[in-house]
Each structure stands twice: as structure tokens, then as C-alpha cells.
């Protein structure tokens, strides 16, 4: 069962920036598909962004344009980086992986979440 650890999470004021990053224990992690996902106090998770095996993305409507995941299979680690923070965007943030090479693959991996704040 692969592990994904995010960290990068903190307090940020409005109009600022974060980068949060996902590391997972397998070396195997560039075969997948890798995604974030988020949940608000109150709200449903969801989706925020995803990245294939090689590289292409796909964003939420809400995040388009103010972030952008990548990835470094080298390092097995993924990033989400946010600019422009608004304070809906504070959440939880988790790491995902999917079952394969597709965003439309199923999830099935999940990372513990780390918190974001964004307020003044």
C-alpha cells in the first residue's frame, strides 16, 4: 500500500502563495495518475486538480488559472503550486493517486491532509 505524505500547509493572508507537496513511498509512483483534493469546513471534498504519468493536467474551474500541480518522478513527489489565494480556497488538502495512468482512473490512495488558512 503506497504512503503519501503531504506537508506545505499553513496560514497565508489573501493574495498570497503556497506550495504544497505530496511524497510517496514507492518508486513505482510514475506509473500513476496523482491528484489533490480539498475540503472546506462544512463542504464536500473536492476535486482541485490532477496530474497523468506524463504530465498532462486538469483543473477545477475554481482553481484554474491560480494554481498548478506538476510533478518529479525522480523524487516521487508531486507539488500543487497556489498563487493568488483567496480565503475559500482554506481547506484541507489532500494527496491522491489513482488506480492508473488516467485522472479517470479510480482513486486509491490517500495522503492524511494538510491544512490551509488563508485569511488576514
Known amino acids: 500500500q503506497v504512503q503519501l505524505v503531504e506537508s506545505g500547509g499553513g496560514l497565508v493572508q489573501p493574495g498570497g502563495s503556497l506550495r504544497l507537496s505530496c511524497a510517496a513511498s514507492e518508486s513505482i509512483f510514475s506509473i500513476y495518475a496523482m491528484g489533490w483534493y480539498r475540503q472546506a469546513p462544512g463542504k464536500q471534498r473536492e476535486f482541485v486538480a490532477a496530474?497523468?504519468?506524463?504530465?498532462?493536467?486538469n483543473y477545477a474551474d475554481s482553481i484554474k488559472g491560480r494554481f498548478t500541480i506538476s510533478r518529479d518522478n525522480a523524487k516521487n513527489t508531486m507539488y500543487l503550486q497556489m498563487n493568488s489565494l483567496k480565503p475559500e480556497d482554506t481547506a484541507v488538502y489532500y494527496c491522491t493517486k489513482h488506480r492508473g495512468s488516467s485522472w479517470l482512473s479510480a482513486l486509491d490512495a490517500w495522503g492524511q491532509g494538510t491544512l490551509v488558512t488563508v485569511s488576514s
Open positions: 496530474v497523468t504519468n506524463g504530465g498532462s493536467t
